[in-house]
């Protein structure tokens, strides 16, 4: 099993959630949060002072899948968060060693 970490530019999560569920994925979890990588920010113009914004609004998505759908859900978040633009985000993949569904007790993939 694996589990999948993609950052995103938030108004790309309709995208890259329907294009998860196109394939089969049945769930995500989503968490706002903020971040910068090469673009470093930017300045703004606030009622005439400028001033740096540092952290960028950005969206975690989560996602537990079977070692089969690795390649397809990689695919699916890169073209559908992809914009052409710095700020687009990153895929981070781990080993997922144990899955317990809560409310039955199930493990491994059959709790994804």
Known sequence: MKFVNAIIKPFKLDDVREALSEIGVKGLTVTETRGFGRQKGHTELYRGAEYVVDFLPKLKIEVAIEDNQLESVIEAISKSANTGKFGDGKIFVF???????VRTGETGPAAI
């Open 95 to 101: 080993d997922l060693e144990q899955v317990v569904r």
